[in-house]
């Protein structure tokens, strides 16, 4: 089972930024993508933004060109800065990883609280 180490979240002001990163262990298979999903209150869990092997990133319409992922070389570490943050990006942060053999499996960290205020 893949773990997690996920980490900054917080309490930022509208138009502030963060940065969220995360670490996966424990891989069993090859990791094809790495990224991070959200869930605000009420709603239903939905990708912010994927990332493979070869940096191809793949962003939600709604981060319109004010969060950026990266990744390390090499290593099953994923980060997430976002600017200008939003009081609608209030949510909570799932980091993500995608594996990939003979079968896909999808896993998903705890999660990191993020809360924009007006």
């Known amino acids: 089972q893949v773990e997690f180490a996920e980490s900054g979240g917080g309490l930022v002001q509208a138009g502030g930024s963060l940065r969220l990163a995360c670490t996966a262990s424990k891989i069993s298979f090859g990791v094809t993508r790495m990224g991070w999903y959200r869930q605000a209150p009420g709603k239903q869990r939905e990708m912010v933004v994927t990332?493979?092997?070869?940096?191809?990133?793949n962003y939600a319409v709604f981060v319109r060109g004010r969060f950026n992922v990266s990744k390390v070389s090499g290593a099953h570490t994923v980060y997430l800065q976002m600017n200008n943050l939003e009081p609608s990006n209030t949510a909570d942060y799932f980091c993500?990883?995608?594996?990939?053999?003979?079968?896909?499996?999808?896993?998903w960290g705890q999660g990191v609280q993020v809360t924009v205020s007006s």
């Open positions: 993500y990883v995608r594996e990939e053999s003979f079968q896909i499996d999808e896993y």
């Open positions: 990332i493979s092997r070869s940096r191809d990133a």
